[in-house]
């Protein structure tokens, strides 16, 4: 069976993969020291920060903690709809948005508390972002949260005992890892910097953009940037290939 993962490359996916899982931990971390203990990327905390505002019939709160979650979730509608309609452009095409997403929320008015509109346009940023890459079986890999990544490193664990784990058991820890210090890092640049610190995600995202256009230009259809088997993120099985190369045209 043809591998679903994008790209194709173990490598280059493992890279991207950790680098934007340290963009991810950065700028969650500025969210959450700059912005009132709002999570940018970790929809679980905000979830139960809703559901307790529910609870007390803080509607500021509501609204608050309910809009992230939304914005949130638009990102990742957004981003698998670019990834989808992109090609072999979807690694540079998502990463430029993400870099260009983690700036403007520095250009955004504060908005009251009910409405953090500051906050958007990263939290935006980290939904989309989670559409970029796919795992051996053709999901969206988990960039800007660990607790999926946590539960899927416990049941490697387990089925190295049992069989074999699946080829993406291996990234697991990693990603954890990278999301760990980006946390570490952001945390840093927010008490040095304060909200100027987004600058430093959006810079690293911006240089992996670069990067990723940088190969696509020189090796179109190579396994580095390409996988003609992969349908769209989290897609159903018989789903159509997200690219599919023109026929005659060689791969590289």
């Not at 929809?43 to 803080?58: H, I, K, P, V, Y």
């Not at 995600?201 to 256009?213: D, I, S």
Request: glycine letters at 10%; charged letters at 10%.
């Amino acid at each position: 069976m043809a591998s679903k993962a994008f790209p194709a490359d173990d490598t280059t996916r493992n890279f991207f993969a950790v680098s934007l899982a340290v963009v991810a931990g950065v700028a969650d971390t500025i969210g959450f020291l700059e912005y009132g203990q709002l999570f940018m990327s970790f929809m679980s905390g905000n979830t139960t920060r809703f559901g307790e505002a529910a609870s007390s019939l803080d509607w500021v709160g509501v609204a608050r903690f309910g809009s992230v979650i939304a914005v949130f979730c638009l990102g990742a509608f957004l981003g698998t709809l670019v990834a989808a309609w992109s090609g072999r452009w979807r690694l540079s095409t998502l990463l430029v948005i993400t870099a260009l997403l983690l700036t403007l929320g520095l250009l955004m008015p504060q908005g009251p508390d009910a409405v953090p509109l500051h906050a958007y346009p990263v939290v935006l940023a980290l939904g989309l972002q989670n559409a970029t890459l796919q795992d051996d079986a053709g999901r969206s890999m988990a960039l800007t949260y660990v607790t999926g990544t946590v539960i899927r490193f416990g049941a490697g664990l387990a089925n190295i005992l049992l069989h074999k784990p699946a080829p993406s058991f291996w990234i697991q820890g990693p990603l954890w890892a990278g999301l760990t210090a980006g946390a570490i890092f952001g945390g840093v640049l927010q008490h040095t910097y304060g909200e100027q610190a987004f600058l430093a995600p959006a810079a690293l995202a911006g240089a992996l953009a670069a990067v990723a256009l940088v190969m696509t230009l020189l090796r179109p259809t190579s396994p580095l940037v390409l996988n003609d088997a992969a349908p769209q993120p989290d897609a159903a099985p018989d789903a159509p290939p997200t690219v599919v190369i023109p026929a005659g045209q060689p791969r590289r």
